[in-house]
């Protein structure tokens, strides 16, 4: 297998490790936080109700599909890659430039602490959006420098 570029490579590693810690939370547990209710005050705003099981697969999958996106355009060889249509190989490194930009973006400007609650939007300015923002730029990066010829 070829080694994909350094920033398709750092990127998908961390989707993969933030899709691991969505599977961690649909599993029932707290972590990285102490206990339950710290773990639904940092998490989920003010208004939100607790994810269900398919909330959490939707995150996981999508997670998982870009970080195949990544390595793909990479240029690692990822199995199935090659038989998806063009336009979608094409489309979805910048799909995930995309989604994790709006996140990061829409998280610094919408999110405030009368409405959405203290702790999630302390750890949303600190943590959370700047992630999503890190990450869009590795994930900019490597579809703005493809190396799998879509």
């Known amino acids: 297998m070829t080694a994909p570029a350094p920033a398709a490579a750092t990127t998908a590693a961390a989707l993969v490790a933030t899709a691991g810690v969505h599977l961690a939370w649909a599993a029932g547990s707290?972590?990285?936080?102490a206990d339950?209710?710290?773990?639904?005050r940092s998490i989920l705003d003010a208004k939100m109700a607790e994810p269900r099981p398919a909330d959490y697969a939707a995150v996981v999958a999508a997670l998982l599909a870009g970080s195949g996106a990544?390595?793909?355009?990479?240029?690692?060889?990822?199995?199935?890659w090659r038989r998806l249509p063009r336009p979608l190989r094409t489309a979805a490194p910048w799909g995930v430039v995309g989604a994790l930009a709006l996140r990061g973006g829409l998280g610094l400007?919408?999110?405030?602490?009368?409405?959405h609650g203290e702790d999630f939007t302390r750890?949303?300015?600190?943590?959370?959006?700047?992630?999503?923002l890190a990450?869009?730029?590795g994930a900019g990066w490597t579809a703005a420098r493809r190396r799998d010829q879509a």
């Open 70 to 80: 990544m390595l793909a355009a990479g240029g690692a060889a990822v199995p199935g």
């Open 36 to 40: 339950h209710d710290t773990w639904r």
């Open 30 to 33: 707290p972590w990285p936080f």
């Open 109 to 115: 400007l919408l999110v405030d602490p009368a409405r």
């Open 123 to 132: 750890l949303n300015r600190r943590v959370y959006s700047p992630l999503c």
């Open 135 to 137: 990450l869009a730029a």
